[in-house]
């Protein structure tokens, strides 16, 4: 994704306040977006799966930047307890960030909080590093999701499905 950001070079020793920067970083790699608040902005990414929401949330007060990537999957209520293991499943694997369930509708995201430094600066790096982290986390399970959901499978067969390397190309 990286190759992308080259018009975002101006921005390359500039640390900027965080919502300032990933909207930016949206601009330059072409993704719609909008402010929400003061406190937010989100954009979409058309991934290799599905299209993904990406809310970043910042409170100030803390000096945390809260990121929300959306696939497009509400979990319907029969699959809830499946999807519950395979989350379990998934965020032991997972250094940052989780994925997570939100139990009122189903909707399943992934979700990274990020300490800044007492500035309340983010950098170049670190919001493509926040970003391109979280959808690649999301690209790699997704399909884990459909496996249970679409297909059938128990979160372990789906785990194993989803994440077998192929080697070459068909």
């Not at 100030?60 to 509400?74: G, K, R, S, Y």
């Not at 790699?140 to 372990?156: D, H, L, T």
Request: glycine fraction near 6%.
């Amino acid at each position: 994704m990286r190759d992308r950001d080259e018009e975002f070079s101006e921005y390359e020793r500039d640390e900027t306040p965080p919502l300032d920067m990933l909207s930016a970083l949206f601009e330059a790699r072409g993704w719609n977006h909008e402010g929400v608040s003061e406190e937010e902005v989100s954009a979409e990414f058309k991934g290799s799966w599905t299209s993904y929401q990406i809310r970043a949330i910042w409170r100030e007060e803390d000096n945390a930047l809260q990121l929300l990537v959306m696939p497009d999957i509400t979990v319907p209520a029969e699959n809830r307890n499946t999807i519950y293991t395979a989350l379990g499943l998934i965020n032991e694997q997972l250094w940052l960030g989780h994925f997570d369930l939100w139990s009122s509708n189903g909707l399943l995201l992934f979700r990274h909080g990020s300490l800044l430094p007492p500035s309340g600066m983010l950098n170049v790096d670190q919001a493509q590093t926040i970003i391109d982290v979280a959808l690649d986390e999301c690209e790699r399970f997704y399909p884990v999701f459909q496996f249970i959901i679409w297909g059938g499978k128990s979160p372990e067969e789906a785990l194993a499905a989803a994440l077998i390397e192929t080697h070459g190309e068909a």
